[in-house]
């Protein structure tokens, strides 16, 4: 299995842009789907976005369509999350998720590895 650290994390003002990382191990990342989830205070865990293998396909949750773009560079192991024009309701712990696989996957028991999560807070 790969491993996962994201980071990048922090407090932003309602309106603001964040932009989290994630760095993986191995050298087979480009046959990893990858994807990020997040969990807000009292809520379950819940899905973000989801990235393929080669990057060429993506899925974002409803919540999030339009506010935050998803990409991956394979050569350097890593993920990227950009989040755009955050709202309180984006708070929460976000962690990325991988798992071998050529598809785009958008249920957290499709992933077997996980990161230690990045705190995010955004104030009103």
């Known amino acids: 299995q790969v491993q996962l650290v994201e980071s990048g994390g922090g407090l932003v003002q309602a309106g603001g842009s964040l932009r989290l990382s994630c760095a993986a191990s191995g050298r087979t990342f480009s046959s990893y789907a990858m994807g990020w989830f997040r969990q807000g205070p009292g809520k379950e865990r819940e899905f973000v976005a989801a990235?393929?293998?080669?990057?060429?396909?993506?899925y974002y949750a409803d919540s999030v369509k339009g506010r935050f773009t998803i990409s991956r560079t394979n050569t350097k192991n890593t993920m990227v999350l950009q989040m755009n024009n955050l709202k309180p309701e984006d708070t929460a712990v976000y962690y990325c998720?991988?798992?071998?696989?050529?598809?785009?996957?958008?249920?957290?028991?499709?992933?077997?590895?996980w990161g230690q999560g990045t705190q995010v807070t955004v104030s009103s």
């Open positions: 998720a991988a798992r071998y696989g050529t598809s785009v996957y958008i249920r957290d028991f499709d992933f077997g590895s």
């Open positions: 990235i393929s293998w080669s990057g060429g396909s993506t």
